[in-house]
T-cell receptor, first 112, second 111 residues
Framework: AQTVTQSQPEMSVQEAETVTLSCTYD???????LFWYKQPPSRQMILVIR??????QNATENRFSVNFQKAAKSFSLKISDSQLGDAAMYFC?????????FGTGTRLKVLA | NAGVTQTPKFQVLKTGQSMTLQCAQD?????MYWYRQDPGMGLRLIYY???????DKGEVPNGYNVSRLNKREFSLRLESAAPSQTSVYFC??????????FGPGTRLTVT
């Protein structure tokens, strides 16, 4: 069975600094997708970034980028130039077909 | 563009009561999902529907039933609510690129 593990329940970062959130996963499938979702206090789940396993190039979306290490089954999220609006819960997610597996989340605090 | 809508936003039930959570999407997605979110546990899949006319169990299906009414709508029913079903419920639909779009959630309390 697939699993997704986020080992950092909480992280803090100074405004304008860079922070990296960790995620590891386990799967026997060769083709799959990985995601990072943001959940602010409003509770709305927002897609941050997406990575296809068959692509070696790491995905980037403005200030958000990933470090995808397929052999190590690692998928970390780097947030550059952190802003107060980045404060939220961040969830790592995996899907191979139709079923999605979510990690338990990392709460990110941004300090002014 | 409404995306994914859910009703109601809040609900309080007594143990043993039944209710249906409604979900609709206007993005023409084939796949739809129901999750529950509990503190410290992330999102757990209850049921999903890969396409109109099909439904399958997820990780935590016990105590729930679903209906894929048409391509747009996917409802979740609690036949006899229990305190353990107190949670926040999210509906989602998935694009062909496997990106999930979520509704605003329903906070359900069972007393």
């Amino acid at each position: 069975a697939q699993t997704v593990t986020q080992s950092q329940p909480e992280m803090s970062v100074q405004e304008a600094e860079t922070v990296t959130l960790s995620c590891t996963y386990d799967t026997s499938e060769s083709d799959y997708y990985l995601f990072w979702y943001k959940q602010p206090p409003s509770r709305q789940m927002i897609l941050v970034i997406r990575q296809e396993a068959y692509k070696q190039q790491n995905a980037t979306e403005n200030r958000f980028s990933v470090n995808f290490q397929k052999a190590a089954k690692s998928f970390s999220l780097k947030i550059s130039d952190s802003q107060l609006g980045d404060a939220a819960m961040y969830f790592c997610a995996y899907t191979g077909t139709y079923k999605y597996i979510f990690g338990t989340g990392t709460r990110l605090k941004v300090l002014a | 563009n409404a995306g994914v809508t859910q009703t109601p936003k809040f609900q309080v039930l007594k143990t043993g009561q039944s209710m249906t959570l409604q979900c609709a999407q206007d993005m023409n997605h084939n796949s739809m999902y129901w999750y529950r979110q509990d503190p410290g546990m992330g999102l757990r899949l209850i049921y999903y529907s890969a396409s109109e006319g099909t439904t399958d169990k997820g990780e935590v299906p016990n105590g729930y039933n679903v209906s894929r009414l048409n391509k747009r709508e996917f409802s979740l029913r609690l036949e006899s609510a229990a305190p353990s079903q107190t949670s926040v419920y999210f509906c989602a639909s998935s694009s062909e690129a496997y990106e999930q779009y979520f509704g605003p959630g329903t906070r359900l309390t069972v007393t």
